[in-house]
């Protein structure tokens, strides 16, 4: 079967400076008033008229209009900016919304002229709240289960039927109104039309829903012929399937889809400082930002492609359903810290009423806009094509690509089998020989070093090519980690044809430098390496130590879960150093750049086998069989595989970004909160990845020959290698406390 190009993608984005501007200017506009904390309108903000004409003066509603309609001619990108300082911020939106989100960029693509000269001023002035009239009873999630009718009439259309859920109807100027104006050749799809009525034409009534928090956002619509001129009509008859589509995109994958819980996470994180006990909430924290991270660059992704001409109904979903989902796990987590004690104030108080609005509203998150479970079905029918298009992502540089070809070549249809455990995987071992053998080893060392050169992208590519094909290089012990500590000393090492090492410990220098003594946690690859490399502290600084690995007196090496051979707690007594040199960088400074060049090593690498470990299920559910037909037909098994996916591409997207950041430079600076992000996404989505892809395999995933353990493996071994994803949550958690906006800086890339 063959497949289109992928039909999720997501681009990274680069902001440009005007775009950065715009950002900021709208942040202090933002931020200099103090928005209280309402019910009023469910993920957005509030219900305030006159603030949105507010904005609208500001030239922030209708951003996307043309400027002969009274828009600001401005970008989707602007305007997701715009949108997202405004949520995070708590403001009131709800007066302008929909009509600013969705029914303006309809009436820009379908017209007819007449309506948007009717409408787009309206909407640009802030000054206009259209109620979407889609869904109806009984129907559920299956929007084209319409049974409201439009007949057609001299001059226009007659409308007869009923719509549910409808948000904001009993304030709302215009409705945009899904109705059947054929019965399309039996299709439920076809036949349908959106047509736009103003309220309070006659036959149209509506009746409130109270909702469990009190509030009344939903309406129950009563459409008894309702008169509609023809101008009136979005588009051609029939096509108005395709255009609520492409509506539900934009309203999928808006960032009020993440963001509308904002305030309650930012009123958390600013009670932290009124607790007694030590730092509690870090890594909570630390794991919202993260994911709120990834999904803000998939937002700027989503409305880049829609400025282009795009039309992202796949990749708004997947936008959607991680979002969503990510709003209701931040309500469940907090309520926990309801009666903590805090000592009362103004941020308990906020904290409190923030909590206990998105407690009563959280259940509508996952349902409003289409609920998840029908979303990930949609995503479903896109993964076949997603999968058979990710080996570009994977390999994206000509240097992964070599290193892949490598490793793929080395044992023809035996090269993913595994070994038991305890045992090293020989193909490993073979993979490093002819790496070594090309000359890569010293890749990202200078050349005046021993090394071949190149930058550290140029490092976290081949760890791309060796993770895709299911194999382990020491990229990162070694050039990544060793080759950094051996550059700051300006000491040289003949990378093309030795292997060094890093491993840290306890360790002083005694014998005037001459001689190493005390405990190292752990060394990779001991039977492959020539020389350690230890950091060793003196006085607040930083020497860097060389020892011959023959020295060591290493037993033979064992291996851990993924076959990497690995030696651990090593004793050091009075071990000879080969060459100590003192290094232009303090020791701490030295160690906290190591840990953030390993975290995101390890991250990419992780990317990359989750990446091979969905295409490798998606491939295995469309080929088994089970009762008649593919087991990626069945619902539960979409559902699973959907949620790989989004992890995955998840992942992907904040990797990018964290790569993207470094640039070419010779000795990068590392940004903490992509680089945290990135490790604890890549180490949350490796245990739920690999739990669901052995779920969708059943037996055959767990022996030997089949390729997917070792994928699984190694998410398992690179997960607990470095630290976990917890331990860098509790970072990014902690950096988030240390000022009052400082999780949005993070988040926002604006420290």
Known sequence: M????????????????????????????????????????PTRGGFDRAFSEDLARHGWVGMTIPKRYGGSA?????????????????????????????????????????????????????????????????AGSDLASVRTRARKVPGGWLITGRKIWTTD???????????????????????????????????????????????????????????????????????????????LALERAGPERYLSTFPLLESFVQTRSEVDAAGPGAELIGRIISQQIGLRLMSLSIARMVDRGGSPVAEAAMAKDLGTELEQLLVDELWRYRYEEIRPGSAAERFHEFLDINRLRSPVFTTAGGTNEVLRVLIGRQLPGWASTRKGWALRSPLAATVFDQATSLDGDRSLQSVPRGRADPLSARLLDSYQASGFLGVSVPEQLGGSGGSLNDALDVLRGAAYAGLSLPVIEGPILAGWLLRQARLAFPWSDHLAVTAAGDTQLEGAGRVLTGTLESLAWPEAATTLVVPVRQDGQLLVATVAVDALGLPPGAANTAGEPVACRIRLDRVPVAELGPASIGYEAAVETLSRRRALATAVGMAAALQRTVELTIVYAGQ?????????????????????????????????????????????????????????????????????????????????????????????????????????????????????????QLITGTC
């Not at 681009?11 to 209280?36: C, D, I, N, Q, Y």
């Not at 997202?84 to 989100?101: F, M, N, Q, V």
């Not at 149209?204 to 009344?216: K, N, Q, T, W, Y």
Request: proline share 6%; hydrophobic share 45%; with cysteine.
């Open 74 to 138: 401005r970008s989707g990108v602007e305007r997701c900016l715009v949108v997202s300082e405004l949520l995070a911020a708590g403001a009131p939106l709800g007066a302008h919304w929909t009509a600013d989100r969705q029914t303006a960029p309809s009436l820009l693509r379908n017209g007819p002229e007449s309506l948007r000269a009717e409408l787009l001023p309206r909407i640009a002035a802030g000054r206009c709240l259209i109620a979407g009239g889609f869904s109806e009873p009984d």
């Open 624 to 744: 088994r069989v089970q009762f008649g037909q593919p087991i990626a037909r069945f619902q539960a098994v979409q559902t699973h595989l959907a949620r790989l996916a989004a992890d995955a591409q998840r992942v992907a997207v904040v990797v990018d970004a964290a790569q993207a950041a470094l640039g070419e430079h010779d000795d990068p600076q590392l940004d903490l909160a992509l680089v945290c992000a990135a490790r604890t996404l890549a180490g949350e989505a490796a245990i739920l990845g690999a739990r669901l892809a052995h779920q969708v395999h059943g037996a055959i995933g767990v022996t030997m020959e089949y390729p997917l353990q070792r994928f699984t493996r190694r998410l398992w071994e690179w997960e607990a290698s470095d630290g976990t994803a917890v331990r860098w949550a509790e970072r990014l958690g902690a950096d988030a406390m240390t000022g009052p906006m400082r999780a949005w």
């Open 2 to 41: 063959s497949h289109p190009g992928s039909a999720l993608d997501f681009a990274p984005v680069t902001l440009t400076e005007e775009e950065r501007g715009l950002m900021l200017e709208v942040r202090r506009f933002a931020r200099a008033k103090s928005f209280e904390p309402s019910a009023e309108s």
């Open 169 to 247: 109807a009993d304030r709302a100027d215009y409705f945009e109104i899904l109705c059947r104006t054929s019965d399309g050749g039996g299709r439920k799809h076809e036949g349908l039309s959106l047509l736009i009525v103003p309220a309070g034409a006659p036959g149209l009534s509506v009746e409130p829903i109270e909702g469990m928090d009190g509030e009344r956002h939903f309406n129950e619509v009563v459409i008894d012929d309702v008169f509609a001129p023809d101008d009136w009509l979005v588009g051609e008859e029939g096509t108005g399937w395709p255009q609520l589509t492409a509506e």
